[in-house]
């Protein structure tokens, strides 16, 4: 570190000093902190209304759009969301010091794989300021120092809830660094810059922003990309289950990620879905694409051009295509989707089979909602994030996203020229 | 894809098409190829040393020195060791299909998390022609496509090679790009841009080579940077134990990543361990660069400078530095070391635990060589590299590093609405 060096390189540069520390932090201190962080929310409760109530006079003064003001309300109801989520986190069991694999090398030389945090998390998160005290307390279990970058119009609220966890933090033993906000733009391209003290960046938000900070980044990046899902309706299907998990993966939530863009319908059964399911989508104000064989099917639908296969429209649109086969379905999916979740209905377990196994998502679902992929829903406890990426974590991320690993070797005196040389052999064995 | 891409671009998007096929072999599919590909380079073999001779005369036309002309010999010896190597990668447990875990989320709604391969690996390496048989079996074990660039000093036996176990492959039903082989510089670069069809490059090579990769590409990078491993002897070591585990540390492979760099003495010790050390050392032709407490100890030392403690020498040489107790050892590894492979010498257990939780390394060892840090030492069979990376994959890396999972959801029409209206709540319950 250098004299010159800005005021955030400098922060993350402290939180890297103190992620060591942390990172030995026993389970009982981290849970304790969480505890401890329930407390403080609950006597600062009136205070955090009240900054709240500044940025939201704040946000429609400046005529920012109300679903931005939605988004930015963090009263009673949100405080106890946060609070019920801080009291589920500390009943989850420990991410930290699992032993992934235990192995004897040889007599007296034993491997042990234990998880660890993985250091320093930067999270960069748009406005709803929930976020912020999810994250903090997401990075608290898992032994992680965090470096929180919120959205300016939340900064009010932020600012109390960031200096009340950190109180609550260090009250019960956690370094100074386990938790630094920084509140400009220019401070977050300077973030994005901290490659040494930085182990990882979780951007929230949406695409563009996501990739925004991946392009402009060194450091490794944990966010999602598009999610472009499918349901394929192949000839074996039960129309029965097909129509309602088409709508559900549209209708259920249709801005989130895990919705369904494109419908894919076997030619054999394609005169048999498409009716009922374009009167279900209509009743739910779906608008339907389709190529020119949906519309000889079902008229007065608007044609799809080849950009709707790669589109992720968040909104009440579907595109649909008839294929001739679950091949055709496999190479649509792979080719213009993103690997985020994918769905076949089908009541042949073959196919059922061909399609999980030839599809390249992070979640692929048969005879089920495209929605279903969600931490929460996957069991998972708190969610970090969704992985697009193929490398670390993938799909719905719970805490062990927040997690690495060590190899932590203990030995007697053992050197490696014996074995080199023939002295000694290797007699591995796992320990249970 | 567009016709004006270019040919390296077309063959990684070729191979990324082929993937996910080559994903979905079985086992024996993939067992059955490496198999096949041990036969092939039987029936080749005087072809391949053949090449492999063309190889080493155009080096030594070409003045190339001796260490990189001798890594190129690729005689009947490395085959054999080749061809053991690929004995043993099909004895190892499939890395494919494993199931992580499996979960009920509710009735008939039942999660797996499997793993699969990642898709499409680039893998650069610099002279040894031994290196594309290793990787290329390996990639076949994990249902892998690679796109391979070799060192353009071995050209020919590089393309032998290839097309003896691309030509294995492909006769026993593997896709055509599940193995491209690259050839100029110029190729390089257009596959470091290649991030819609590679994903992940794993570079074999110099540090400043595996930097120049990290640099210059979008791809997730599976390398490691440098290797600036310690030794900490504590007050409560026993130094017989000490300097052998010195000595092997550096001396048993001094160019390797895994071999020690600095030695940190603790005050209390430093008189009884640096003359013997010292001894042992100049035995071993072994440079000392120390500090002036050391200097005091055992005169006619180099004085060790700043620069010293963040190098990797690869070579003859160790620093060396008295601290005055665990904690400074535990502070100067995190703060110059390359968190690669660490040690300290003690029969303490307190301090032993503690070092191994504070230093921040991919592994961390007690009363043993560090040159221990090495995939089939660990037990882990073929090693894919050792990665100072902390995302996906730690340390040494084996098969698993190949892999990814993906979540596989299995329902009979489930939908999200009824959890979301409370008509149906989640039981989540492990399956075993």
Same mark, same amino acid.
Request: glycine letters at 8%; aromatic letters at 6%; proline letters at 3%.
């Given at each position: 570190?250098?004299?010159?060096?800005?005021?955030?390189?400098?922060?993350?540069?402290?939180?890297? $000093?103190?992620?060591?520390?942390?990172?030995?932090?026993?389970? $009982?201190?981290?849970n304790?902190?969480l505890a401890?962080?329930i407390?403080?929310?609950?006597?600062?409760?009136?205070?955090?209304?009240?900054?709240?109530?500044?940025?939201?006079?704040?946000?429609?003064?400046?005529?920012? &759009?109300?679903? @931005?003001?939605?988004?930015?309300?963090?009263?009673?109801?949100?405080?106890?969301?946060?609070?019920?989520?801080i009291h589920d986190l500390i009943a989850l &069991?420990?991410?930290?010091?699992?032993?992934?694999?235990?192995?004897?090398?040889?007599?007296?030389?034993?491997?042990?794989?234990?998880?660890? &945090?993985?250091?320093?998390?930067?999270?960069?998160?748009?406005?709803?300021?929930?976020?912020?005290?999810?994250?903090?307390?997401?990075?608290?279990k898992?032994?992680?120092?965090? /470096?929180?970058?919120?959205?300016?119009?939340?900064?009010?609220?932020?600012?109390?809830?960031?200096?009340?966890?950190?109180?609550?933090?260090?009250?019960?033993?956690?370094?100074?660094?386990?938790?630094?906000? @920084?509140?400009?733009?220019?401070?977050?391209?300077?973030?994005?810059?901290? %490659?040494?003290? !930085?182990?990882?960046?979780?951007?929230?938000?949406?695409?563009?922003?996501?990739?925004?900070?991946?392009?402009?980044?060194?450091?490794? /990046?944990?966010?999602?990309?598009?999610?472009?899902?499918?349901?394929?309706?192949?000839?074996?299907?039960?129309?029965?289950?097909?129509?309602?998990?088409?709508?559900?993966? *549209?209708?259920?939530?249709?801005?989130?990620?895990?919705? /369904?863009?494109?419908?894919?319908?076997?030619?054999?059964?394609?005169?048999?879905?498409?009716?009922?399911?374009?009167?279900?989508?209509?009743?739910?104000?779906?608008?339907?694409?389709?190529?020119?064989?949906?519309?000889? !099917?079902?008229?007065?639908?608007?044609?799809?051009?080849?950009?709707?296969?790669?589109?992720?429209?968040?909104?009440? @649109?579907?595109?649909?295509?008839?294929?001739?086969?679950?091949?055709?379905?496999?190479?649509?999916?792979?080719?213009?989707?993103?690997?985020?979740?994918?769905?076949?209905?089908?009541?042949?377990?073959?196919?059922?089979?061909?399609?999980?196994?030839?599809?390249?998502?992070?979640?692929?679902?048969?005879?089920?909602?495209?929605?279903?992929?969600?931490?929460?829903?996957?069991?998972?406890?708190?969610?970090?994030? @969704?992985?697009?990426? *193929?490398?670390?974590?993938?799909?719905?991320?719970?805490?062990?996203?927040?997690?690495?690993?060590?190899?932590?070797?203990?030995?007697?005196?053992?050197?490696?020229?014996?074995?080199?040389?023939?002295?000694?052999?290797? %007699?591995?064995?796992?320990?249970?």
């Amino acid at each position: 570190m250098n004299t010159t060096d800005s005021k955030v390189k400098k922060a993350a540069a402290a939180a890297k $000093r103190d992620s060591f520390r942390l990172a030995a932090l026993d389970e $009982r201190v981290r849970n304790g902190a969480l505890a401890r962080v329930i407390a403080t929310l609950e006597v600062s409760r009136d205070a955090i209304i009240e900054e709240n109530e500044k940025d939201i006079a704040a946000a429609r003064a400046n005529g920012l &759009p109300d679903p @931005i003001v939605k988004r930015l309300k963090f009263d009673g109801g949100k405080l106890d969301d946060v609070i019920a989520g801080i009291h589920d986190l500390i009943a989850l &069991p420990d991410p930290i010091g699992k032993i992934l694999a235990k192995r004897q090398l040889d007599e007296g030389l034993v491997l042990e794989q234990a998880t660890c &945090p993985i250091g320093v998390v930067g999270v960069i998160f748009e406005s709803r300021p929930d976020a912020l005290a999810q994250i903090a307390s997401l990075c608290m279990k898992s032994g992680n120092c965090a /470096v929180l970058k919120g959205g300016s119009e939340a900064k009010h609220t932020n600012r109390l809830l960031y200096e009340t966890i950190h109180a609550a933090g260090t009250e019960v033993g956690f370094p100074a660094g386990f938790l630094t906000l @920084i509140e400009s733009r220019e401070e977050t391209a300077e973030l994005l810059g901290c %490659h040494e003290s !930085i182990d990882l960046i979780i951007p929230r938000g949406s695409n563009a922003f996501v990739r925004y900070i991946m392009e402009n980044s060194e450091i490794p /990046v944990m966010g999602h990309a598009d999610g472009v899902c499918h349901v394929y309706v192949d000839k074996a299907a039960d129309i029965a289950k097909a129509v309602p998990i088409i709508r559900d993966s *549209k209708v259920q939530y249709a801005a989130a990620c895990n919705a /369904v863009e494109t419908v894919l319908v076997h030619a054999d059964v394609a005169e048999t879905l498409l009716p009922p399911l374009e009167r279900e989508l209509r009743v739910n104000e779906v608008v339907i694409r389709g190529t020119q064989r949906v519309r000889d !099917i079902i008229a007065g639908v608007e044609a799809a051009s080849e950009d709707d296969w790669r589109t992720e429209y968040l909104d009440f @649109i579907v595109s649909v295509k008839v294929v001739d086969d679950a091949e055709e379905a496999i190479d649509h999916i792979n080719r213009y989707g993103s690997h985020h979740t994918d769905c076949i209905v089908t009541e042949d377990d073959e196919t059922a089979e061909k399609f999980m196994n030839l599809v390249d998502s992070a979640s692929v679902y048969r005879n089920c909602s495209t929605r279903f992929a969600d931490g929460f829903r996957y069991g998972l406890g708190a969610e970090v994030g @969704i992985s697009t990426g *193929k490398l670390h974590a993938r799909g719905p991320v719970g805490l062990d996203g927040l997690t690495t690993y060590k190899y932590r070797l203990y030995g007697d005196g053992q050197i490696v020229e014996d074995y080199a040389e023939g002295r000694r052999s290797f %007699h591995f064995r796992e320990i249970e």
